[in-house]
């Protein structure tokens, strides 16, 4: 599935090829609440890297986060390179070195229309702030860090991956 996606301006449009599109996973990391999540979480997507088109590439910063576990003795940045628009400060996606082949542009960025997906994660959840309400339905996951199973083993393991 093609996403289209925008900042809130205008100054820049994306698109990117998408084998798993469903919005599922719920960030409740500090990162995700604070660039992106208006509810107390954010959702990224997964993307294929190499089909990246964007428009107004000039209006894009980087932003790599500081990183503060409480088991690591000093805080650390991120390789992970999270692109905004600086003109109005939409987050845009997420690039990290470490996936090269994939891209995560974030849920509310994207203009098309994401299938409504069968079951959420939530993860991060050890990083949630007491005033977020968790929306917990039948046969969601939940994970105080990462879970195990990987975009794409979502979507393959519900049957729900994009032929296209």
């Keep these: 599935m093609w996403l289209e996606g925008s900042c809130h301006c205008g100054a820049v449009r994306f698109r990117v090829h998408s084998p798993h599109p469903h919005p599922y996973q719920r960030c409740y990391c500090s990162i995700c609440r604070k660039t992106a999540?208006?509810?107390g979480y954010a959702i990224n997507l997964s993307g294929e890297a190499k089909t990246l088109e964007v428009t107004g590439r000039r209006h894009v910063k980087i932003y790599h986060a500081r990183v503060q576990n409480p088991e690591d003795a000093?805080?650390?940045t991120s390789s992970g390179e999270r692109h905004f628009c600086k003109e109005c400060g939409s987050h845009l996606w997420l690039f990290s070195?470490?996936?090269?082949?994939?891209?995560?542009?974030?849920?509310s960025a994207i203009d098309s229309?994401?299938?409504?997906?069968p079951e959420h994660t939530h993860l991060m959840l050890d990083f949630k702030p007491t005033w977020v309400e968790l929306q917990i339905k039948r046969g969601d996951k939940q994970f105080g860090r990462y879970p195990e199973e990987s975009?794409?083993?979502w979507h393959t393991r519900l049957h729900l991956v994009d032929p296209t």
């Design 37 to 39: 999540g208006g509810g």
């Design 74 to 76: 000093a805080p650390w």
């Design 97 to 107: 070195p470490e996936w090269p082949d994939l891209v995560h542009p974030l849920a």
């Design 113 to 117: 229309e994401l299938p409504v997906p």
């Design 151 to 153: 975009i794409a083993e």
